[in-house]
């Protein structure tokens, strides 16, 4: 138990500090002076001096690599270029958009296909096979920017029943309650079309792994037993297929991670991809490092969780023996 | 055994012709204007005028053009003629309510060239309409027959092009800037094989020579190539390719660079473990056991063993490739000056498609994305299949 653990939060700290390196070393490999992209040449003398001295930029690399990890540790991130304003001011509100989005579509979209995916296995060549197959090869193939423009073309235009923009109704509705359901009406078709997207490989996956699990003699005996097929079905096979399951959540994660970040610019919501997307094509380099450095962090705190559930899932971490990863 | 060549053999071959000939076939510059923005398709724009071209020539002195419809956009008239004679000419243009307007005139001589904008205010001032008045709807105020002719002496060669741009064009419309949405698609084919094939081409190079060193190495070596692997499997590629695009630039051969060293893991996996299961079978050891050097059993014996897995891989990673482009240059972090469909869709998305509900701009260069997947993954599994018979009618894959 100890030895997992203290592998997978290393591993997570070694992945986090190579996300900062690459921050560091990308916008420091950029041509011309390294000072301009980090201090703004149109800030006044005096802020260029203070972001010199906060940022340590007269100091030798190592000593300036040192004090750049310190201050993403601490979410300082220095100052936009477009905004002139601090840049975690600016993501802090973009962070939990971001979050619900990833986080819905995630649950959404394994959930369903979980479901669809036990299903379909329990029965071959049915009805909801054929969907789960297609729905695969679908999101295998089709850009998934080009299926929410689709939707969004469909739901927002032909049949105006979504908005069309945005992650809240401008003006904001007064009472908390109004302001939720807006804020989940303008959720619904982006997380939605994510779902769209994700459950067809999920279903697939939980599929496969089902009509393996399906064949094994520890089926055989619980149905000799004439133990009920529902219980059969969850408590035994699908228990037993849990822990490759949540593998695929780790390996769909940065996928899912980049989907949001398209997902965001198709529907303009207020998300830290879109902010992103926004400083790099404004030049503002503060602000794209700090956005990505936020992804990638988002990434690793839920592989850690993802790992977390892996734990807990399969017995013989539980009771802590080595497992070959 | 029955031996059709697959579907996507040929789908492909298709699409490389059309990347090879397609703007030959339909020729013209497709960063021109053809129709007025966002006109829906031909066959589906309902009332809109069609386009109207007519010439003014030796042979045919009047343009006569029945009008049903509002006035167009614009119109242009554009040419020149050559005349034996010096003596006067000039263009006139009677509407169906009976006005004339003088378009052009000549005072004699012998090439007469002729350039007309309806948009142009030099010509507007000669008509004698304000400046900012549309002088098409000056020239077409009804329904009716309207007449352009040519007064004066015939000319002995040359011809005018009197075009009026369409409500509805062509095939697939036109986008924001009244560009023809087919020409473009067209175009744009190049772009997506172009980078999809070379980025991971370079992938696949990088990914073999990776996975053949780790796998054969085995040791430290392995480990730490292994290692590296996980990780920049476990992070978001698109974000890195985005903050990479925003550094170097926007150009084309980056795209292909960038995309290539982000895209080799795969590769290198499959044929790591390959290379593993090889170096402990008997012929490589035999081979070492006679003295051979460990550059030449890779590169002897290794290297034809992993190529059909290399092939396969260069399929099935060119989908990927392709779909990174686009969503690339979805974000419009592309070459403005190159036409690509992620470019198209990106164009759209930011140009206001969707107030003008411009279906045309958005489906096909998708499918046309899809299509390309599709035909990439087919052709991969097909490959595949011919390295290793035994998945030919596997289970349900």
Redesign the interface.
């Known amino acids: 138990m100890k030895s997992y653990w203290s592998r997978r939060v290393l591993g997570a700290a ?2 986090l500090l ?2 900062i390196a ?1 921050n560091f070393f ?2 420091r ?2 041509p011309g002076d390294v000072v301009s992209t980090i201090i703004d040449p149109r800030f006044s003398p005096e802020a260029k001096e203070r972001m010199r001295e906060v940022f340590g930029l007269d100091l030798p690399m190592g000593r300036q690599f040192v004090i750049y990890v310190r201050r993403m540790l601490t979410f300082d991130f220095g100052i936009s270029f477009l905004s002139q304003r601090p840049v975690w001011d600016e993501l802090k509100s973009r962070v939990p958009n971001t979050v619900a989005l990833l986080g819905s579509a995630l649950i959404l979209s394994s959930a369903l296909g979980t479901w669809l995916g036990v299903k379909a296995a329990r029965k071959r060549g049915g009805f909801t ?1 054929k969907v789960v ?1 297609l729905s695969g ?1 679908i999101s ?8 929410q ?2 939707l ?2 469909l739901f ?3 049949f105006p029943v979504f908005p ?1 923009r945005g992650s809240v109704s401008i003006p904001l509705p007064e009472t908390g309650l109004a302001r939720t359901l807006d804020y989940l009406w303008h959720l619904l078709l982006p997380a939605g079309s994510l779902v769209l997207l994700g459950f067809g490989s999920w279903a697939i996956y939980v599929r ?1 792994l089902m ?1 393996k699990t399906l064949g094994e003699d520890f089926i055989l005996m619980a149905r000799a037993k004439g133990l009920p097929e529902s219980r059969i079905l969850w408590n035994h096979a699908f228990r037993s297929a849990l822990p490759p399951v949540l593998t695929l959540f ?2 769909a ?3 899912i ?2 989907g949001a ?2 997902t965001e ?2 529907f303009s919501l207020h998300g830290v ?1 879109k902010y ?2 926004d400083s ?2 404004g ?1 503002d380099y503060p602000a ?2 700090a ?2 450095y936020i ?2 962090l988002l ?1 690793i705190v839920s ?1 850690l969780a993802a790992d977390a559930a892996y734990a807990l899932a399969d017995p013989r971490i539980r009771v802590g023996r080595r497992v070959s990863s | 055994m029955k031996k059709i060549p697959r579907w996507s053999f040929i789908a492909f071959l298709f699409i490389l012709a059309i990347a090879v000939a397609g703007p030959a076939a339909f020729p013209g510059d497709p960063g021109q204007t053809v129709a007025k923005p966002f006109a829906p398709p031909a066959w589906s724009g309902g009332d809109a005028p069609p386009p109207f071209s007519g010439p003014i020539s030796p042979s045919s002195r009047e343009i006569t053009i029945e009008w049903k419809w509002d006035a167009p956009e614009n119109l242009t008239l554009k040419g020149q003629l050559t005349f034996d004679e010096d003596a006067p000419v000039k263009l006139v243009w009677t509407t169906a309510e009976g006005d004339s307007f003088t378009l052009a005139s000549f005072r004699g001589g012998r090439l007469w060239k002729v350039d007309i904008d309806a948009r142009d205010m030099a010509f507007k001032t000669n008509l004698g309409i304000p400046p900012f008045a549309n002088a098409a709807s000056m020239l077409f105020p009804g329904r009716g027959l309207h007449i352009l002719s040519l007064e004066g002496p015939t000319p002995s060669g040359g011809s005018l092009d009197l075009t009026l741009p369409g409500g509805k064009w062509g095939l697939l419309g036109t986008d924001q800037r009244g560009r023809d949405v087919l020409s473009l698609f067209i175009v744009g084919v190049r772009v997506s094989l172009l980078v999809g094939i070379s980025a991971t081409l370079l992938a696949s190079l990088l990914g073999l020579s990776v996975g053949l060193a780790s796998g054969y190495l085995g040791g430290t070596a392995d480990s730490l190539i292994m290692r590296a692997v996980d990780v920049l499997l476990s992070i978001p590629i698109l974000p890195i390719l985005m903050v990479f695009v925003g550094i170097w630039g926007k150009g084309l051969w980056q795209l292909v660079v960038i995309l290539g060293l982000f895209s080799w893991m795969g590769t290198a996996r499959t044929v790591r473990s390959l290379a593993l299961s090889l170096r402990e079978s008997c012929y490589v050891e035999n081979l070492r056991s006679i003295g051979a050097r460990s550059w030449y059993i890779l590169y002897r014996h290794l290297l034809p063993e992993a190529m059909p897995v290399v092939l396969a891989a260069l399929s099935l990673g060119v989908p990927g490739a392709i779909l990174a482009e686009a969503g690339l240059s979805f974000l419009g972090l592309s070459d403005p000056r190159v036409i690509s469909w992620g470019r198209m869709l990106h164009e759209a998305h930011g140009f206001g498609a969707f107030t003008a509900g411009a279906w045309w701009l958005i489906v096909p260069p998708g499918l046309g994305i899809s299509l390309i997947c599709l035909v990439f993954l087919d052709m991969g599994r097909a490959i595949e299949e011919m390295a290793d018979p035994r998945l030919k009618g596997g289970d349900g894959r």
Do not use: D, Q, R, W
Request: glycine content about 8%.
């Open positions: 070694a992945v190579l996300v690459a990308l916008f490999i950029m096979e197959l090869s295998f193939s089709f850009p998934s920017f080009f299926v423009l689709v969004l073309l927002a235009y032909t069309l496969n009509v780790l390996l994660l940065p996928g991670v980049s970040v398209l610019t198709v991809g992103l997307l790099i094509l030049h794209a490092g956005a990505f992804l990638g990434t592989n």
